[in-house]
């Protein structure tokens, strides 16, 4: 079965610092990954994904997460945070497998910019 | 704008009652799913739908039951609350079961049992 782990309850960084949100993961097969961003009484919204190729993927609103497989881990990067990415970041596998669409969240991160 | 949408937003229920958590989408996505959000817990699948007709369970679906009559809709059932079913329920749909694109999540109902 899938998993995540997100190590961190909260990460707290200055605006314009760098910001990283931290994600490992397990799964038998190839994995599909993924990052979400969900602000207060709002549902989930898709940031940027790692199917295959380039280990560094690009997403929305400036983020972007590299892809290691030796690490099992699929760490959130943005180079320099706004107060506005205050928000609770998941982190989602799937086996990249025939058959499968079931997500595996890890328990989310608060993510507190400073202005 | 094209997305999920979920009724009621917000609902106080006695316990022993019974709900009907609404979710339309209209991006005639073929998959739909049933998620539960508890803090420190992250999101749980309650069901899900491969496509019209079909259903299944997924990692916390006692107390639950869901249908699929066709593309659009795909309504949640609590038959009898407890209050261990107290939480933010999210619908979400992705265009197919099997393939590398990302779910879409509706707003939430967040559910309180008493």
């Known amino acids: 079965a899938q998993s995540v782990a997100q190590p961190e309850d909260q990460v707290n960084v200055a605006e314009g610092n760098p910001l990283t949100v931290k994600c490992t993961y397990s799964v038998s097969g190839n994995p599909y990954l993924f990052w979400y961003v969900q602000y207060p009484n709002r549902g989930l919204q898709f940031l940027l994904k790692?199917?295959?190729?380039?280990?560094l993927v690009k997403g929305s609103y400036g983020f972007e997460a590299e892809f290691n497989k030796s690490q099992t881990s699929f760490h959130l990067k943005k180079p320099s945070a706004l107060v506005s990415d205050s928000a609770l970041y998941f982190c989602?596998?799937?086996?990249?497998?025939?058959?499968?669409?079931?997500?595996?969240f890890g328990k989310g991160n608060q993510v507190v910019v400073i202005p | 704008t094209a997305g999920i949408t979920q009724a009621p937003t917000s609902q106080i229920l006695a316990a022993g009652r019974s709900m009907t958590l609404r979710c339309t989408q209209d991006m005639r996505h073929n998959a739909m799913y049933w998620y539960r959000q508890d803090l420190g817990l992250g999101l749980r699948l309650i069901h899900y739908s491969n496509t019209a007709g079909t259903t299944g369970k997924g990692e916390v679906p006692d107390g639950y039951s869901v249908s699929r009559a066709n593309t659009d809709d795909f309504p949640l059932t609590l038959a009898s609350a407890v209050p261990s079913q107290t939480s933010v329920y999210f619908c979400a749909s992705s265009p197919y079961w099997d393939g590398d694109q990302p779910q879409h999540f509706g707003d939430g109902t967040r559910l309180s049992i008493l």
């Open positions: 989602a596998v799937r086996d990249g497998g025939y058959g499968n669409n079931r997500l595996a």
């Open positions: 790692y199917i295959t190729g380039d280990n």
